[in-house]
């Protein structure tokens, strides 16, 4: 199974790819001009391909460790995942074509892409840079849960080293070897991932919202928003309620 975060354009083919033909056009019915002629006798290959959207993805830590294509194998056990079950419970359900159908294959997709990011985890090389190391790393880990689960409290180096039993130059080195990031850098790109969340998704004044990611004061908070994201929250959001639906 291939994954291609982001959307890029991409080409499948098998032996000579000198000829493409758009997905659009099988789709609508168009003539194969892969079709093998009677004189090859070819297998039949079936492609399951399908579309997921993911939202709020500015400064979020799991999708800039995730590579543009992600390949999984359906049929390789792991211990964290369980891939090819859910990958054979979607293609039933697409085959069986019953009612509700399509609301259980939606949901059958999310699990699925779960399962193959689970799955893309256990491959990453132990001693490879970046989020996802630091979450598997118990020291670093635990750090990283406590910024998640309060954003808002007044974070330094020595506090985030004080959570997890460690000095903070030992902290600091750990926590940068594993992110990549300092670890106040990388308190400042969660806030600003929560901010953006908050500014897209609800009504809350923006005042609101810096105290809510740690901020003491609406200035403090703009500059560091205007830092990262190269405008103020508040053209941000109103950059995207003038920005067109997706289809």
């Not at 033909?21 to 609508?28: G, H, N, P, R």
């Not at 999708?63 to 369980?82: D, Q, T």
Request: hydrophobic share 40%; proline share 5%.
């Amino acid at each position: 199974m291939a994954i291609c975060f982001g959307g890029s354009a991409h080409r499948l083919f098998q032996g000579d790819s000198a000829k493409t033909q758009s997905i659009e056009s099988l789709l609508a019915g168009g003539s194969n001009i892969h079709r093998p002629g009677l004189e090859i006798n070819a297998g039949d290959t079936a492609l399951l391909c399908g579309v997921f959207m993911l939202s709020h993805t500015e400064f979020n830590p799991l999708v800039a460790a995730l590579p543009s294509m992600m390949l999984s194998n359906l049929s390789r056990p792991g211990e964290l995942h369980n891939l090819s079950g859910v990958a054979r419970l979607m293609a039933e359900e697409i085959d069986r074509s019953s009612f509700g159908g399509d609301y259980i294959v939606e949901r059958l997709l999310e699990v699925l892409c779960a399962e193959a990011i689970r799955a893309y985890i256990e491959t990453v090389p132990q001693r490879e840079t970046g989020w996802l190391r630091g979450i598997k790393d118990p020291v670093v880990g635990r750090a990283i849960a406590a910024v998640h689960s309060c954003p808002d409290m007044d974070w330094s180096v020595q506090r985030m080293a004080q959570g997890v039993a460690m000095s903070p130059s030992r902290f600091a080195a750990r926590f940068s070897e594993c992110v990549g990031d300092s670890p106040m850098a990388y308190v400042t790109k969660w806030r600003m991932n929560i901010a953006c969340r908050e500014l897209a998704s609800t009504q809350k004044r923006v005042d609101q919202i810096a105290v809510e990611v740690g901020y003491e004061s609406l200035a403090a908070f703009s500059r560091a928003f205007k830092k990262h994201v190269n405008v103020s929250p508040a053209m941000w959001r109103d950059q995207l309620r003038t920005k067109p639906n997706c289809p």
